[in-house]
């Protein structure tokens, strides 16, 4: 039970941020754009996921709760697959040239963010706590 | 305009509370029947449900005469996006690397690709039904 409401809460925080991340990215670029609030939710959001990864992979001994409100529930609910998916499918129909740019900065700016992300504290954690 | 603002973060706020609930319902589901497995997670059927999902309620709310703002805040931002999710997808990639870069490639290609055809596939059904109709 407890588990389910830390879910629900964590999934309203995320996705309540990642609609806000959309209208600072429109405020920013405009619309249409490729820089949508969808492409930095997911590469900010993978940024944060690889440090957690490392965190929670290294240190041991840290309460589940923990771990599902802000990878499965914030996080999972900040990032989002779908509209990814939908706004690669309007691009097609467009421009290739913008296809491919939206599509090498949310594959490789994501994977190359969540890298980041894991190595910055990986470094940390070995530097401090001598995992 | 600040008004508007919250209203739309409650809408959206309920929305990924729901969406985040499924996923990780689907989680548990997938975990007890299927095992922790690599390739095919329970991620990848979120993902490609969600987007499939996402292309047919995306079309009919977009041929809708009056839309209705909140309703496509709460189902396509709030639902359908806490419902899949990208963080999890990229950390799974992430793990198989440390495989094999072959496995590694394969799961990232598949799943984008089908997510594509999934949306594709959504929305072309749902524009087929209306020309049936009419």
Known sequence: ?131 | MFKNVIKEVIWVGFGGMIGALLRYGTNTLFTSTFGSASFITATTIENITGSFLIGVIFSFLSRKKSPNRMLNLFLLTGLIGSYTTYSGFMVEAFVLLHQSPLLFLGYLCSQIFMGLLAVTIGMRMFTQNRVQQA
């Open chain 1, 1 to 131: 039970m407890t588990q389910i409401l830390i879910i629900a809460l964590g999934g309203a925080i995320g996705a309540a941020l990642r609609h806000l991340t959309g209208k600072i990215a429109v405020q920013a670029f405009g619309q249409p754009s490729i820089y949508t609030g969808t492409l930095f939710s997911n590469v900010i959001g993978c940024f944060v996921g690889g440090g957690f990864l490392a965190f929670f992979t290294h240190a041991d001994s840290f309460i589940i709760n923990t771990q599902l409100f802000l990878i499965i529930g914030i996080l999972g609910s900040y990032t989002t697959f779908s509209s990814f998916a939908l706004e690669s499918h309007q691009l097609f129909n467009i421009s290739n040239k913008d296809l491919f740019a939206y599509l090498f900065y949310q594959i490789i700016g994501a994977f190359g963010a969540l890298a980041t992300g894991y190595g910055i504290v990986f470094w940390l954690m070995e530097r401090f706590i001598h995992v």
